[in-house]
Each structure stands twice: as C-alpha cells, then as structure tokens.
Nanobody, 123 residues
Framework: QVQLVESGGGLVQAGGSLRLSCAAS??????WGWFRQAPGKAREFVAAIKWSGDSTYYADSVKGRFTISRDNAKNTMYLQMNSLNPEDTAVYYC??????????????????WGQGTQVTVSS
C-alpha cells in the first residue's frame, strides 16, 4: 500500500511558476507520474519519471516549461512548473506504479493516486 500526499498548488498569474510535491509513504515505486484534470475534461497525462531518474516523459503541452524530478531518499516527487498559462489550470494528481513496462501516459497504468492539488493560473 502506498499513500501519496500532494502539496504546492495555488493561485498564480500567467507567466509565473509553482512547484508541486508528492510525498509517498510506501516503497517499491517503479514510476511516478503527474496528471491533471480541468473542469469538464478528462484526466490527462502531464509528466512521468522512472524510479531511477534516468527516464522522463512529458506531454507536448508542457514540454520545455515543466520539469519532473524525484528524490528517492525522501521518497518524494516534484513538478516544477514555469511559464504557466491559464490553460494549465486544473487539479493536479500524482500517481505511482509498482510495475515495470507500463504505458506511462495512461492513467490505468498507475495503482496509487494522491488527493489532488488545485492549480489556478489567472490571465
């Protein structure tokens, strides 16, 4: 069993930055992921990172603006979000998988999810 707690969401102006954190209680994590869901829209993939840190994945919409990282010693994942725009407004969820060979962009690949943290970008 893995429990995830997200933090770092909030309100920011367009062009600003936020850093999200996701702390995990369990171990044996193979992949960490970030997803987001805007009102009336499906949950969408944002970024993912392999436990080793040597593989990262990004949605095209955030590539070059967001950076995913993890600290295995702290069992924590981060999402540094720069150059935010109103289209980034959503509830952001962290997720983890304990399996290998997953499709990182698919929500069903992940077993455990955080409660979500709201990110609002004003224009």
């Amino acid at each position: 069993q893995v429990q995830l707690v997200e933090s770092g969401g909030g309100l920011v102006q367009a062009g600003g930055s936020l850093r999200l954190s996701c702390a995990a209680s369990g171990r044996a994590i193979s992949y960490w992921g970030w997803f987001r869901q805007a009102p009336g829209k499906a949950r969408e993939f944002v970024a993912a990172i392999k436990w080793s840190g040597d593989s990262t994945y990004y949605a095209d919409s955030v590539k070059g603006r967001f950076t995913i990282s993890r600290d295995n010693a702290k069992n924590t994942m981060y999402l540094q979000m720069n150059s935010l725009n109103p289209e980034d407004t959503a509830v952001y969820y962290c997720a983890v998988s304990q399996r290998y060979n997953i499709v990182v962009v698919t929500p069903t690949s992940y077993t455990y999810w955080g409660q979500g943290t709201q990110v609002t970008v004003s224009s």
